[in-house]
């Protein structure tokens, strides 16, 4: 990530514009780094081509994690560690675990859930994140087009592309 | 509102073809039925005759109190008794109609909850709600007909002898009496329950004829206003269900075990109505979809009803177990005694789990997935589970609690259940041809075309 240094910048001010504006940048063969906007926009991530995020799965291996060790703690625990006759039942009996094997996997999926998109997202203590146009944050949306990624196409040529597809104006922009 | 979206006018046909398949599915459970009641007549014959199994058995697990309420048969005092297979008969209709009966109404409550919390996304599957509905009126009188048919066969406390001194009188279900009998006295007429049947059928029905008669004078006046009326038409209904739903459930299925009571049994049945009546919606949607109506309902829309599904099949498990759990914790005899009846040396104990393996471990396995929820076949599959898993669910709530250990599930119950669904689905499929089969002036109609999730 830290290569990548110089970019050229879009502003749209107009979700519409934006949306057919991704698929004309994508239609030219340019590679788009990101697209950042001030709400959601509905359809974005199908314009932008983006997969489907495979974090569900990464919830149901966490979610699972949780069950078996919830049932094995509390039938480790009641059944062989320390037996105890609670209300005449067996010592491991299923249905009184049933309510901490709940909590314990969706406690588990939930707090596995936000760790793994803190580290795919590559958010973490101290990270400044990189600040494309202020005004992304306010009105505008702002599209960012890595030069490092397109090198084939020349500079101007990706300043007029954006602007032909309804950019009202294209900055470069670039890091230290 | 001055924009307008056209969509192409739809009118579902109900073809020739579809009614003769309905009318041989018909037939299929009328010979069924008689198949079954030929056999259990003869059976009963051998059988040593009366309550003894269930007495003994009431004795043997739960030691004292509750042997009265598990021995119906027992007591039966000066009146002749009614045969096992008669007794089968009532039971397999009662249980059916208050199944079938849930998913008329759930038909209804759908629409008004889309109404109460202004939705968009379902603007185009209303009508299949709305068809479904019309089958509270036939439900209602069916309801009163079956009561005065087979009351004394499955409801306990219609013995008058329970309340008068004697042999038999029963002091908790005396303090009952009020519930059913107020203003009269114990072992009367039930006139509270009665009215109360009435009056929850009428009010329904009242409702619903309000809010269709709104739905079709929107198609041919546009406008917001018919929108607006079914909002409140809607809330008021969702108040009065929210109340009689509950003392539905307690009057038609909960008193079968009268000494019993469980305080999550009005929102157990409101959850098995529910999650079946979602099933039954989409089912129809999908079949629908497949012989090609419904246009504007896309994979978003059935990704919605997907997870509607997904979500109350859970919630249902969610009240069974906690109903389950409080009661296998606090270990008293006179609540262990509804599942004792069900699950330890009973016929009834593969009903007992199958009923959770159909309806919490299938569906939560099967509908998981996003694409699962968006794709016909998927749904197709799931829902016919779901709706049969939650007959078995109804069977288990009602049959144990009047057949004791002579119950059983054969070609009679199988019959019947498909009698009721032959009818039912003719009712349905008849009141959605004659109505356009989407709302063109629904005003959150584009939102739905939008619908993008």
């Known amino acids: ?115 793994t998109f803190f580290i795919v997202s590559d958010m973490k203590p101290y990270k400044w994140p990189r600040q494309f146009d202020i005004r ?34 294209v900055n470069e922009k670039n890091f230290e | 509102m001055a924009h307008q979206v056209t969509v192409a006018e739809e009118q579902y046909v109900f073809r020739p073809e579809t009614k003769r398949k309905l009318f041989i599915l018909l037939a299929v459970g009328v010979v069924l039925l008689v198949l079954g009641l030929f056999m259990a007549m003869r059976s009963s014959g051998h059988d040593e005759h009366g309550g003894g199994h269930a007495v003994k058995a009431a004795e043997q697990l739960v030691a004292s109190a509750d042997a009265s309420a598990a021995s119906e048969g027992h007591e039966a005092g000066g009146h002749a008794e009614t045969a096992t297979w008669l007794k089968r008969l009532y039971t397999t209709l009662w249980m059916n109609n208050v199944f079938f009966a849930g998913l008329g109404i759930i038909g209804l409550f759908f629409i008004t909850i889309q109404y109460a919390a202004q939705a968009g996304w379902s603007a185009g599957v209303k009508r299949v709600p709305l068809a479904m509905a019309s089958w509270i009126p036939i439900a209602g009188i069916l309801m009163l007909v079956l009561w005065f048919l087979t009351h004394h066969d499955i409801f306990h406390w219609t013995h008058s002898s329970l309340y008068a001194e004697g042999a038999d009188f029963d002091p908790i279900i005396n303090k009952k009496a009020p519930f059913f009998f107020w203003p009269l006295a114990g072992g009367t007429f039930p006139i509270f329950f009665i009215a109360r049947m009435v009056i929850f059928f009428g009010v329904w029905y009242w409702f619903l004829l309000q809010i269709r008669k709104n739905m079709l004078a ?20 969702l108040i009065f269900f929210g109340v009689s739903s509950s003392v539905a459930a307690w009057d038609w299925v909960m008193s ?50 997907g997870k509607f599904i997904f979500a109350f099949s859970i919630f249902w498990t969610y009240i069974w177990f906690s109903q389950f759990m409080l009661i296998y914790y606090a270990n008293i005899p006179e609540e262990t005694v509804y599942f004792i009846e069900r699950i330890k040396n009973s016929p009834y104990s593969w009903i007992f789990y199958t009923n959770l393996i159909l309806n919490f471990v299938l569906p939560f396995l099967l509908l998981m997935t996003r694409d699962a929820k968006r794709q016909l076949s998927t749904l197709k599959l ?4 779901i ?39 003719l009712v349905v499929l008849t009141s959605l041809s004659k109505v356009p089969l989407i709302g063109k002036n629904h005003p959150m109609l584009e939102e739905s075309l939008h619908h993008h999730i």
Do not use: C
């Open chain 2, 218 to 237: 929107e198609d041919i006046h546009a406008g917001t206003s018919y929108w607006h009326k079914n909002q409140v038409l809607s809330t008021v209904f």
């Open chain 1, 136 to 169: 992304s944050t306010d009105d505008k949306h702002i599209m960012a087009i890595d030069l490092a990624k397109n090198q084939s196409i020349d500079k101007t040529v990706l300043g007029k592309i954006l602007k032909d597809a309804g950019a009202s104006e």
């Open chain 2, 382 to 385: 799931v829902t016919p589970i």
């Open chain 2, 256 to 305: 079968i075990d009268t000494h019993w009571f469980s305080t999550m049994f009005g929102w157990y049945v409101f959850a098995s109505w529910w999650v079946t009546g979602l099933a039954t919606i989409t089912l129809i949607v999908a079949s629908l979809k497949s012989a090609g109506y419904l246009k504007i309902v896309n994979s978003n829309h059935l990704h919605d009803l």
């Open chain 2, 387 to 425: 709706i049969v898993g939650h007959w078995f669910d109804f069977y288990n709530m009602v049959t144990p609690g009047v057949m004791q250990h002579e119950g059983g599930l054969g070609f009679m119950e199988i019959g019947v259940a498909l009698i009721f669904m032959a009818v039912f689905l």
């Open chain 1, 1 to 115: 990530m830290d290569a990548d240094k110089n970019f050229i910048v879009g502003v749209f001010d107009d979700e519409e514009v934006l949306l057919t504006g991704i698929e004309k940048v994508r239609g030219n063969g340019v590679k788009i780094h990101e697209v950042y906007s001030p709400f959601p926009v509905h359809g974005i991530d199908d314009a932008l081509g983006y997969k489907r995020s495979r974090l569900p799965i990464a919830a149901f291996l966490f979610g699972m994690t949780g069950t078996s060790i919830a049932l094995t703690m509390q039938i480790w625990m009641l059944g062989y560690d320390w037996p105890m006759i609670i209300g005449g039942k067996n010592f491991a009996s299923l249905p009184p675990f049933i309510p901490v094997t709940f909590e314990l996997t969706v406690l588990l999926s939930a707090l596995g859930m936000v760790g």
